[in-house]
């Protein structure tokens, strides 16, 4: 967010620009180099954009200024797409992408690419209905069984209930 001086610095800087874009008569990018308001108006831009630049670091994002180079693709070796269709199915994305040595996200990216899907981990529930023990097991088995949608389910498994009684509660996760 600007500050009120920040914004009358920059409205300045753009009313000067305004000014000296009608000065300038140059029609292609010779004319440009030579011309002393196209200059003017470049270092009037330069200016601008170091207004625009965060002054805390601490604020500043990979995307931010100053441009930043993207950070090196992942190179998929011939050993590493056998690792991921030798253990995909063993493995969830997040213990496949520390063996490997690589970014989630770009491993979840390879994985459909080459059509493999990897372990998800699973939780078990117990639903109760005003402190009754109605079901346990998955989220889909318990809905099979209470008739109820599995995004009510979900809901109350994230603790998001309204005052009906019903609770999910977390038995234990398996690998």
Known sequence: ????QMRKMRIEILDKIDALTPKCKCQSAEDAENCSNCKLINQLGQVLK?????RNKKLMKDHDYPENKKKPA???TKEMVKIIEENAHKY????LAEILKVPEKSLRTKCSDLGFKCKKLSVKYKYYEN????????????AKITGL???TLR????????STGR???KINEHK
Do not use: C, H, Q
């Not at 170091?50 to 965060?54: I, K, N």
């Not at 969830?92 to 213990?95: A, L």
């Open 1 to 4: 967010m600007m500050d009120i």
């Open 50 to 54: 170091e207004l625009l630049r965060p």
């Open 74 to 76: 992942v190179v998929w």
């Open 92 to 95: 969830t994305y997040k213990e």
């Open 131 to 142: 402190d009754i023990l109605i079901a346990t097991g998955f989220i889909p088995e318990i």
């Open 149 to 151: 949608n599995d995004s």
């Open 155 to 162: 809901n109350y498994a994230m603790g998001r209930r309204l």
């Open 167 to 169: 609770r999910m509660e």
